[in-house]
């Protein structure tokens, strides 16, 4: 009778196997990583979207209220303002700008569908002093009103803020 002796096994298929194993997680764990911040890329885009929708609205809003009889929105002096013995600032540049119901308004949100921003949009109006030597006034008879028109839009969150601005001349 033969006698069989057990060979020598050396285990190398257990830490290959590891091995593999901690790469496969790694691997998953970065296209999980990935995927998140292609999620939150995408969210902020559409954040940023909403906002400028919501500004574009207001300043549209804006314009068409400045050109009914009577204008029923504030119309401010033309900037820079004092804020604070600090250097002249425009009101749409001073936070407390478009928080206060004098010097911009909120602007109605039409429809009820989608995302809803995280404020509501806000315009203001600033009536512009334009200098008597323009091009335009030589064929009007007399001064036309002009007026900056500055629109502020939210996003989903605070984070995503649209500023617009356009000139009206009437």
């Excluded at 929708?53 to 002096?77: D, G, K, S, W, Y």
């Excluded at 007026?147 to 601005?165: D, K």
Aim: include cysteine.
């Amino acid at each position: 009778m033969k006698r069989v002796t057990p060979c020598l096994q050396r285990g190398a298929v257990l830490p290959m196997l590891l091995i593999s194993l901690l790469v496969m997680a790694f691997l998953g764990f970065n296209s999980l990583n990935t995927a998140l911040l292609e999620e939150k890329m995408a969210a902020n885009a559409g954040s940023r979207q909403l906002a400028f929708q919501a500004a574009e609205h207001a300043l549209r809003f804006c314009e068409n209220q400045l050109q009914l009889t009577p204008v029923t929105i504030p119309q401010l002096r033309q900037g820079p303002v004092a804020a604070d013995g600090a250097n002249g600032m425009h009101y749409w540049e001073m936070a407390d700008s478009w928080r206060n119901d004098k010097i911009s308004i909120p602007v109605p949100r039409i429809g009820t569908e989608g995302l809803a921003p995280a404020a509501p949009a806000r315009c203001l109006a600033e009536h512009l002093e334009l200098d008597a030597d323009l091009q335009f006034q030589l064929y009007a008879p007399q001064p036309r009103p002009a007026f900056r028109i500055t629109a502020r839009g939210v996003g989903a969150s605070n984070a995503a803020v649209v500023l617009l601005q356009s000139y009206l001349l009437l």
